[in-house]
């Protein structure tokens, strides 16, 4: 499978390694999804799993397989998705994804109504991509926070990780009564 991009987040790099910690290895996370991690994500995963390497695979998947193959490739024992629900069930109910603990961001609104009114766009070179930077947001915390655009602007607030288990789609069949 080829890699469309794949970015590498060493919280420690270009720091000098602290004395007596010898040669440890860093713990590999997958970070399955367009977006880039917050900082304030960084410091939950460092403090829950010590010292880590993020490796941030941001592709378009049409397949469950690929992304597990992706995750496996990196020997990843964690997970962060961002997929559709139904992707992310046939992930959990597949054998070959055993082995890898999946997770997801929980995010909360941090405010009712519309957020902001523009964005600036602005370059960031080391991970080629746009950053979106509101302008009237009093609220917003580039450690904690995203904005989702749309027709009201969503401010959303990194809380915390959480396990994904299972995804259970209940379904009937479409009448046309409903």
């Known amino acids: 499978m080829k890699v469309k991009q794949q970015s590498v987040y060493d919280p420690l790099e270009g720091m000098d390694?602290?004395?007596?910690?010898?040669?440890?290895?860093?713990?590999?996370?997958?970070?399955?999804?367009?977006?880039?991690?917050?900082?304030?994500?960084?410091?939950?995963?460092?403090?829950?799993?010590?010292?880590?390497?993020?490796?941030?695979i941001n592709n378009t998947y049409t397949n469950y397989r690929?992304?597990?193959?992706?995750v496996k490739a990196l020997k990843a024992m964690h997970a962060i998705v961002v997929l559709p629900l139904s992707m992310i069930a046939f992930i959990l109910d597949s054998k070959e994804a055993q082995g890898?603990?999946?997770?997801?961001a929980e995010m909360q609104s941090a405010h009712e109504g519309r957020c902001i009114d523009h964005y600036k766009?602005?370059?960031?070179?080391?991970?080629?991509?746009?950053?979106?930077?509101q302008h009237q947001c009093g609220m917003f915390n580039p450690d904690t926070d995203v904005l989702m655009p749309g027709e009201t602007t969503r401010h959303l607030r990194f809380r915390k990780f959480m396990v994904l288990k299972s995804i259970d789609?209940?379904?009937?069949?479409?009448t046309g009564g409903e």
């Not at 690929?66 to 992706?70: G, L």
């Open 100 to 104: 890898t603990t999946w997770l997801r």
């Open 66 to 70: 690929n992304v597990i193959d992706a």
């Open 121 to 133: 766009e602005i370059s960031n070179d080391r991970h080629n991509s746009v950053v979106q930077v």
């Open 17 to 56: 390694e602290p004395t007596g910690l010898g040669t440890q290895t860093k713990k590999t996370i997958a970070w399955v999804s367009r977006h880039d991690p917050l900082p304030a994500q960084v410091k939950a995963l460092q403090e829950k799993l010590g010292d880590i390497k993020i490796v941030h």
């Open 169 to 174: 789609l209940i379904t009937e069949p479409f």
